[in-house]
């Protein structure tokens, strides 16, 4: 009898050339990571290609440090390592798709096995797949050669049961099916799998618009257009160890309340591991997956690009079967990286770097893609304009293009108030704002000669280029700098602000996109996706991230759960009129009212208010609700001055809030006339697992911060405009703790208190 052994190393995104650094293997060794297995060709390279250094096969690329990350690059067999012995066959690994059939109007799912047979003579058997909750079981004869066998099996699903499908987070319910697949094989050697089958389709449409140049960029699912809302993912730690479920849950769970339906899997990072991807599937989290590659050129020599190969095969069969994913995207800005020019490539070179750039993503990533995976679009790079870039030869002369794809936009300069300047494209893929994360996070990395704006330490965690610079840059077009005498004071109110400034400017930015998605201005428009830059933190640091390195939740965090609500009315002025649209992400249409209020800064009583008649929301648009002037708005009420006056509004329906209450600023706040230091004081209560925080402030207080340090958890809600004498405020804690733990940390603050 043979005997084979087969070295189990649990590898994940970091990739199995890991391997290579310290073993070097003969013969048929098979390297396994979760649920897929990568077969090295009879050789396990001794040393590394630099190459694969530099694109992060060992490390991650953003180990080498980034705009928001440390330098740590990490080495070495990080997972369990074990050794299994076999004969007469082993399961390397199966996987599925399953596949909507237009034509018969069914689902059937397509299985595929692969073996590697020991046994010197054919095994024959049966496989039984079996998904009884939808009334579907079928056998199969098979018959395994010796050697590596795949068995490819086609299941048709029973037509006589419904099938529900996989929904994104807001649009319905995330069913799956649990299936299992029993191989009986000879010699009574059987082998049982099980798995979670979910079914939806992924369509990307791009079509030409009525008044529009350009095509489309949107997502369908299930048949449904969804415009796509979140944010971008990066590592969760620079070491992958210490990145557990519990963090990737507390990461995830925070995206789904803060209503995002989608996070991109950024390209300069890792393949996340196969538990990131089962909480999607779960929690109905739309993954952007990036092949990974980023912001660099990459060489396509012949042991590289049997890496690339090797990773990326790997890769598919690992991830997709997983609902969640429903883009395989190239690479992260490397498109843009060329045309752009951005490494200074002398025009007579450039033609080279085009065609390495071809031969990677589109005649190998991109034919691997097709051949492996039927189930999801690939599009070659982030940002592209998609069906024209591959017109133009793969490459775009303006990969930016509002009117094609996806596009980046980054402006720290420009005031961020001012929604027009930003693009009015069909896809916005990345775009934010840097904030400092809170004192409590920063404090447990520091001493107190760090804590100030301009220490060294402050300037050492700031990875992006003048980012602190920029943040008081983009602050003092509306704020005023803080005040206080005392310097970690000053430093706390600087973070504050910065969190402020933050949540505000991705605010603005966001209802811009999403007020975009059903209309054609100045032919642009019809914005069908909005994922800021950044969700998590690798670290304690200055970043765009809404997450802070251990979940705590930014500001802009609390305001994205706002401004991704599924209705939500958006408020804007244009050369003095002010609009208010309604967007809804609902599937059916909804009946509501709008009520607009004008508030002094100097009293807690609206000064008026006035209620439209009911209208239908219909689902899926952003339509106008109300338009006025903005003197006829002051004018009619009363005593008001831009200066000292704020307006707010709601949708309701049967007397029931039906969108957050939104707000928007007349003037800048450092032009605000009558807002006083408000006295806010909080009664803590117990209430089951949750404590309610009573509130109750003096006067109109903007951007109230409720902190409770280090103690785990959220708020209910956070950083908002009290405008009314009272307000309970719930607190849900992640560990357990007590009302005296809570009472003993809060602080609280709103803008006056730092001047
Ligand atoms: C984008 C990303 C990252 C970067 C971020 C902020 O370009 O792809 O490379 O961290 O901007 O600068």
Same mark, same amino acid.
């Not at 990773?311 to 395989?328: F, G």
């Not at 752009?340 to 031969?359: C, F, G, Q, R």
């Not at 450092?670 to 697992?689: C, F, N, P, R, Y």
């Given at each position: 009898?043979?005997?084979?052994?087969?070295?189990?190393?649990?590898?994940?995104? *970091?990739?199995?050339?890991?391997?290579?650094?310290?073993?070097?293997?003969?013969?048929?060794?098979?390297?396994?990571?979760?649920?897929? /297995?990568?077969?090295?060709?009879?050789?396990?390279?001794?040393?590394?290609?630099?190459?694969?250094?530099?694109?992060?096969?060992?490390?991650?690329?953003?180990?080498?440090?980034?705009?928001?990350?440390?330098?740590?690059? $990490?080495?070495?067999?990080?997972?369990?390592?074990?050794?299994?012995?076999?004969?007469?066959?082993?399961?390397?690994?199966?996987?599925?798709?399953?596949?909507?059939?237009?034509?018969?109007?069914?689902?059937?799912?397509?299985?595929?096995?692969?073996?590697?047979?020991?046994?010197?003579?054919?095994?024959?058997?049966?496989?039984?797949?079996?998904?009884?909750?939808?009334?579907?079981?079928?056998?199969?004869?098979?018959?395994?050669?010796?050697?590596?066998?795949?068995?490819?099996?086609?299941?048709?699903?029973?037509?006589?049961?419904?099938?529900?499908?996989?929904?994104?987070?807001?649009?319905?319910?995330?069913?799956?099916?649990?299936?299992?697949?029993?191989?009986?094989?000879?010699?009574?050697?059987?082998?049982?799998?099980?798995?979670?089958?979910?079914?939806?389709?992924?369509?990307?449409? =791009?079509?030409?618009?009525?008044?529009?140049?350009?095509? /489309?960029? @949107?997502? !369908?699912?299930?048949?449904?257009?969804?415009?796509?809302?979140?944010?971008?993912?990066?590592?969760?730690?620079?070491?992958?160890?210490? &990145?557990?479920?519990?963090?990737?849950?507390?990461?995830?769970?925070?995206?789904?309340?803060?209503?995002?339906?989608?996070?991109?899997?950024?390209?300069?990072?890792?393949?996340?591991?196969? =538990?990131?991807?089962? %909480?999607?599937?779960?929690?109905?989290?739309?993954?952007?997956?990036?092949?990974?590659?980023?912001?660099?050129?990459?060489?396509?020599?012949?042991?590289?690009?049997?890496?690339?190969?090797? =990773?990326?095969?790997?890769?598919?069969?690992?991830?997709?079967?997983?609902?969640?994913?429903?883009?395989?995207?190239?690479?992260?800005?490397?498109?843009?990286?060329?045309?752009?020019?951005? @490494?200074?490539?002398?025009?007579?070179?450039?033609?080279?770097?085009?065609?390495?750039?071809?031969?990677?993503?589109?005649?190998?990533?991109?034919?691997?893609?097709?051949?492996?995976?039927?189930?999801?679009?690939?599009?070659?790079?982030?940002?592209?304009?998609?069906?024209?870039?591959?017109?133009?030869?793969?490459?775009?002369?303006?990969?930016?293009?509002?009117?094609?794809?996806?596009?980046?936009?980054?402006?720290?300069?420009?005031?961020?108030?001012?929604?027009?300047?930003?693009?009015?494209?069909?896809?916005?893929?990345?775009?934010?704002?840097?904030?400092?994360?809170?004192? #409590?996070?920063?404090?447990?990395? /520091?001493?107190?000669?760090?804590?100030? @704006?301009?220490?060294?330490?402050?300037?050492?965690?700031?990875?992006?280029?003048?980012?602190?610079?920029?943040?008081?840059?983009?602050?003092?077009?509306?704020? !005023?700098?803080?005040?206080? $005498?005392?310097?970690?004071?000053?430093? !706390?109110?600087?973070?504050?602000?910065?969190?402020?400034?933050?949540?505000?400017?991705? !605010?603005?930015?966001?209802?811009? @996109?999403?007020? /975009?998605?059903?209309?054609?201005?100045?032919?642009?428009?019809?914005?069908?996706?909005?994922?800021?830059?950044?969700?998590?933190?690798?670290?304690?640091?200055?970043?765009?991230?809404?997450?802070?390195?251990?979940?705590?939740?930014?500001?802009?965090?609390?305001?994205?759960?706002?401004?991704?609500?599924?209705?939500?009315?958006?408020?804007? =002025?244009?050369?003095?009129?002010?609009?208010?649209?309604?967007?809804?992400?609902?599937?059916?249409?909804?009946?509501?009212?709008? $009520?607009?209020?004008?508030?002094?800064?100097?009293?807690?009583?609206?000064?008026?208010?006035?209620?439209?008649?009911?209208?239908?929301?219909?689902?899926?648009?952003?339509?106008?609700?109300?338009?006025?002037?903005?003197?006829?708005?002051?004018?009619?009420?009363?005593?008001?001055?831009?200066?000292?006056?704020?307006?707010?509004?709601?949708?309701?329906?049967?007397?029931?809030?039906?969108?957050?209450?939104?707000?928007?600023?007349?003037?800048?706040?450092?032009?605000?006339?009558?807002?006083?230091?408000?006295?806010?004081?909080?009664?803590?209560?117990?209430?089951?697992?949750?404590?309610?925080?009573?509130?109750? $402030?003096?006067?109109? *207080?903007?951007?109230?911060?409720?902190?409770?340090?280090?103690?785990?958890?959220?708020?209910?809600?956070?950083?908002?405009?009290?405008?009314?004498?009272?307000?309970?405020? %719930?607190?849900?804690?992640?560990?357990?703790?007590?009302? #005296?733990?809570?009472?003993?940390?809060?602080? &609280?603050?709103?803008?006056?208190?730092?001047?």
């Amino acid at each position: 009898m043979r005997l084979r052994l087969l070295l189990l190393l649990a590898l994940c995104g *970091a990739g199995p050339t890991a391997l290579g650094r310290s073993l070097s293997l003969r013969g048929s060794w098979r390297i396994r990571s979760g649920n897929g /297995s990568l077969e090295l060709p009879g050789r396990v390279p001794g040393c590394v290609h630099s190459a694969l250094l530099q694109r992060g096969l060992i490390q991650e690329q953003s180990s080498f440090s980034w705009d928001w990350g440390p330098s740590f690059p $990490t080495q070495g067999i990080w997972k369990d390592v074990r050794i299994e012995a076999y004969n007469i066959c082993h399961l390397n690994y199966f996987m599925f798709s399953p596949i909507y059939d237009n034509h018969t109007q069914g689902w059937n799912l397509e299985i595929e096995s692969s073996f590697d047979v020991v046994s010197s003579k054919p095994i024959s058997g049966q496989v039984i797949v079996a998904i009884p909750k939808l009334q579907t079981q079928q056998t199969y004869s098979i018959e395994l050669q010796p050697g590596e066998r795949i068995v490819e099996l086609f299941v048709k699903i029973n037509k006589n049961v419904t099938v529900e499908t996989w929904w994104p987070h807001g649009h319905g319910n995330q069913t799956g099916y649990n299936m299992t697949i029993l191989f009986k094989l000879d010699g009574g050697l059987s082998i049982e799998k099980s798995a979670k089958v979910y079914f939806r389709t992924v369509e990307l449409i =791009e079509e030409p618009i009525e008044g529009s140049q350009g095509l /489309s960029f @949107y997502f !369908k699912i299930n048949g449904l257009p969804i415009f796509l809302k979140g944010s971008n993912w990066i590592p969760a730690d620079s070491f992958q160890d210490r &990145v557990t479920s519990d963090l990737l849950r507390l990461l995830l769970q925070s995206a789904v309340d803060a209503n995002m339906n989608t996070l991109r899997v950024w390209g300069g990072g890792i393949y996340e591991q196969d =538990e990131f991807y089962r %909480l999607c599937d779960e929690l109905g989290i739309m993954v952007w997956q990036d092949f990974m590659f980023a912001c660099a050129l990459y060489p396509t020599d012949r042991d590289f690009m049997n890496s690339v190969r090797a =990773e990326v095969a790997h890769q598919i069969r690992r991830l997709k079967y997983h609902p969640s994913i429903i883009v395989w995207g190239g690479n992260n800005e490397n498109e843009a990286a060329l045309m752009m020019n951005w @490494y200074n490539i002398p025009a007579s070179e450039l033609h080279t770097y085009i065609k390495d750039y071809v031969i990677l993503y589109v005649k190998n990533i991109r034919k691997i893609v097709l051949a492996e995976d039927k189930t999801r679009p690939f599009i070659i790079s982030s940002p592209t304009n998609g069906a024209e870039s591959i017109k133009e030869g793969w490459l775009s002369v303006n990969p930016y293009d509002n009117n094609f794809g996806d596009v980046h936009f980054y402006d720290y300069i420009s005031d961020c108030w001012n929604w027009k300047v930003f693009p009015k494209a069909r896809f916005v893929s990345e775009y934010g704002y840097q904030s400092w994360p809170s004192f #409590s996070t920063l404090e447990k990395v /520091s001493s107190e000669e760090d804590w100030s @704006y301009n220490s060294k330490f402050s300037l050492h965690r700031q990875h992006h280029a003048d980012g602190n610079n920029e943040m008081l840059l983009q602050i003092g077009f509306h704020f !005023k700098l803080p005040e206080s $005498t005392d310097t970690l004071q000053t430093f !706390k109110d600087t973070i504050y602000l910065t969190q402020v400034m933050q949540a505000q400017c991705v !605010k603005i930015e966001t209802e811009f @996109y999403r007020r /975009s998605r059903s209309e054609i201005v100045d032919a642009q428009g019809y914005t069908m996706g909005a994922l800021y830059w950044q969700l998590n933190d690798i670290w304690q640091a200055p970043s765009w991230a809404s997450l802070e390195y251990g979940g705590k939740w930014k500001m802009l965090h609390y305001f994205a759960r706002h401004f991704f609500a599924p209705l939500l009315p958006v408020g804007f =002025e244009d050369q003095d009129v002010f609009f208010i649209y309604g967007v809804s992400d609902l599937r059916s249409d909804c009946k509501a009212k709008l $009520t607009v209020r004008v508030h002094t800064w100097r009293s807690l009583e609206p000064l008026c208010s006035s209620e439209t008649e009911h209208f239908v929301l219909k689902a899926g648009e952003a339509v106008l609700l109300y338009k006025e002037s903005v003197p006829v708005l002051l004018e009619n009420c009363g005593n008001c001055t831009r200066q000292s006056c704020v307006v707010s509004f709601y949708l309701s329906a049967d007397s029931q809030l039906v969108s957050p209450t939104n707000y928007h600023f007349l003037s800048s706040l450092s032009e605000s006339v009558g807002l006083h230091k408000a006295h806010i004081t909080a009664i803590i209560s117990q209430q089951g697992d949750t404590f309610a925080f009573d509130l109750e $402030t003096s006067t109109v *207080a903007p951007f109230v911060w409720l902190d409770v340090g280090s103690i785990p958890g959220r708020f209910s809600d956070n950083g908002f405009l009290m405008t009314e004498k009272t307000r309970t405020v %719930l607190f849900y804690p992640w560990k357990p703790t007590s009302k #005296s733990e809570l009472e003993q940390s809060f602080r &609280v603050t709103s803008l006056m208190d730092i001047y």
